[in-house]
């Protein structure tokens, strides 16, 4: 069962889409994401019942009104009312990806035990476009359990090429 952020995403992309104005969107709801993120008392104060449906979404529009396009505050306000607002990190991821997808770009997360240097990156992320076919944004993650070498994750696929997994896969062979 998929997250009910999703539905919201999806809902948000086709007008999105409609309007021919998924960038600007994006913009606004990862600012949204954003401050959710920085004061994430917000959410709660959104959802209090000690404040009035009417004083909540008094809230969001002072909060938003000047910042945002009538359809993505008036997604917020919904949210609101129907008590998810809670699902909006949720929301912004998915939105995100399918504006990412809709522009052939993926986000891949290189896992390392030492950062890559400036060369590096550029083979990775060369490697990956060609593999992929698309766009790819690379995020960079220390992991020093890796030992050395990098494993790589695209959504659910993970290529490993750290020593660690070749460490396990010797160790598989020998306990064999």
């Known amino acids: ?19 021919d104005c998924v960038s600007e969107f994006l913009a606004e709801t990862e600012l949204i994401d954003g401050i959710l993120r920085d004061f994430p008392d917000y959410i709660g104060l959104l959802s209090s019942p000690a ?14 009104g000047k910042s945002l396009s009538e359809p993505v505050l008036s ?8 008590g998810h607002v809670s699902c ?12 990412r ?27 990956l476009s060609r593999k992929t076919g698309k766009n790819v944004e690379t995020v960079y993650q220390e992991d020093r359990s890796l030992i050395g070498g990098i494993k790589i994750q695209i959504g ?13 896969a010797i160790k598989g062979v020998i306990g064999s």
């Not at 997250?3 to 309007?19: K, N, S, V």
């Not at 659910?156 to 396990?168: E, F, K, P």
């Open 101 to 127: 997808l809709l522009q052939n770009r993926i986000t891949a997360t290189v896992f390392y035990a030492a950062m890559p240097d400036e060369a590096q990156k550029e083979r990775i992320a060369s490697a």
């Open 156 to 168: 659910d696929t993970v290529y490993d090429g750290s020593i660690a997994a070749r460490l396990n």
């Open 1 to 19: 069962m998929k997250p009910i952020g999703h539905d919201y995403a999806e809902a948000l992309f086709l007008i999105a889409r409609e309007r």
């Open 75 to 82: 997604l917020c306000k919904l949210l609101c009312e129907k």
């Open 51 to 64: 404040l009035s449906m009417e004083e909540r979404l008094s809230n969001l529009e002072e909060a938003f």
């Open 88 to 99: 909006f990190p949720e929301l912004y991821r998915h939105f995100s990806e399918l504006a």
